[in-house]
């Protein structure tokens, strides 16, 4: 299966580099305030911090750690945003790239930057540029104030969700461009505008808090729903037919189900009889199909045992394979050698679902934008 130009995705490593840069290195600047400076915020936010200037909030705590996972948590609902989506949606087109282009990126759980001056589970990793000021009173009590400049952040924001919208844009008329439409090719580019999408998302809500403004200058493309819509619209052409080999037929059913509900949750259609014929195009036919074999292999040893042999490859309309797996494994069980079977079967089914096949296929998905 060939590959699209590789100007989307460049463009957006060089970008997305940038981007954690800003991140690690700009995310969180911590100074303690002198008692004259603090006196101000703690007694009067408004006066040291003018709203029309300034996203700020104020936590107190027993400890600084304390004190600043309240106030950026405080900040967070000012920007009325769930952070932790900020996180997962920005983790995975991190891993996108990461996986892509076979190098290993920075990562946001990889960078001791963030722990370094703020160490609070997640909330500070999805806001840019917080400035945060400490103070300790005589009692041990500490006050943190975390704050946006909301001219400077907005500048910052904005240039982003520029950036990603030229590349979201771009793909979405590559993926436009291809005259057979019930492609894995256009499927794969509207997945990974729907990744950067839904960070761009989260950073228009952010900006349209920081500037009201804002609200009229969306992303041209809709948002990263209007993206899932098309992708899913695409999803419902293709059609990916599911062909097992098993020995026993209980098996067989359950593997193909696994399979198929990998396929069904990211949109495809399955046909679970297989039915693709090398080489033709008749309508009706499945647009893929994956040929699967799995075999279950009894070990005898100290325990019961079962060795799983598991083999996979997913074929074009033209009986080519494009995509290939291979996973082998033991699960054992100390009294029953059907236990350790079952588990063995359990294994390849989770393997489908949400583990290596699963992790595997979606990372070949999005290896075709380069």
């Not at 057979?180 to 808090?209: G, K």
């Not at 195009?281 to 799995?294: E, F, H, I, K």
């Not at 292999?297 to 290939?324: H, M, P």
Request: with cysteine.
């Amino acid at each position: 299966m060939k590959k699209i130009n590789q100007e989307p995705k460049s463009a957006f490593i060089l970008f997305f580099s940038f981007l954690l840069f800003l991140l690690i290195t700009s995310c969180v600047s911590a100074k303690n305030s002198s008692d004259n400076t603090a006196l101000k915020w703690v007694n009067n936010l408004e006066a040291a911090y003018p709203s029309r200037d300034w996203v700020a909030a104020v936590a107190q705590g027993s400890s600084r750690e304390l004190a600043e996972a309240g106030a950026m948590q405080a900040l967070a609902r000012v920007f009325r945003t769930d952070i932790e989506s900020i996180n997962k949606a920005s983790l995975q087109f991190s891993q996108i790239i990461d996986n892509s282009a076979e190098s290993r990126n920075i990562t946001f759980n990889e960078s001791k930057n963030f722990s370094q001056d703020v160490n609070i589970s997640a909330n500070v990793r999805g806001l840019i540029g917080v400035q945060v000021d400490v103070y300790s009173n005589n009692d041990g009590t500490v006050y943190v104030c975390a704050r946006m400049n909301r001219r400077e952040c907005s500048a910052r924001y904005s240039a982003m969700i520029r950036g990603n919208t030229a590349i979201v844009n771009r793909l979405i008329a590559s993926a436009s461009g291809f005259s057979e439409q019930a492609s894995l090719d256009v499927y794969a580019r509207l997945s990974f505008a729907h990744a950067i999408a839904q960070v761009t998302d989260n950073f228009q809500s952010i900006l349209e808090v920081l500037d009201s403004t804002a609200a009229n200058r969306k992303p041209s493309y809709g948002g990263a729903n209007a993206i899932k819509t098309k992708m899913l619209e695409t999803a419902g052409l293709i059609t990916i037919g599911v062909s097992m080999n098993t020995e026993q037929p209980a098996d067989r059913t359950l593997f193909t189900r696994a399979a198929g509900s990998l396929f069904r949750d990211l949109g495809f259609r399955i046909n679970e009889q297989g039915t693709l014929v090398p080489g033709t195009l008749v309508p009706g036919n499945d647009s893929y199909v994956l040929r699967a074999n799995v075999r279950l292999e009894a070990i005898s040893q100290n325990v019961f045992s079962c060795r799983y042999f598991f083999n996979a490859a997913l074929e074009n309309r033209n009986g080519t394979a494009i995509f290939s797996f291979t996973e082998d494994d033991r699960k054992s069980h100390p009294n029953m050698a059907s236990e350790a079977r079952r588990l063995a079967a359990q294994a390849v089914e989770n393997s489908f679902k949400e583990g290596k096949f699963a992790n595997e296929f979606n990372s070949w998905l999005n290896s075709f934008v380069e």
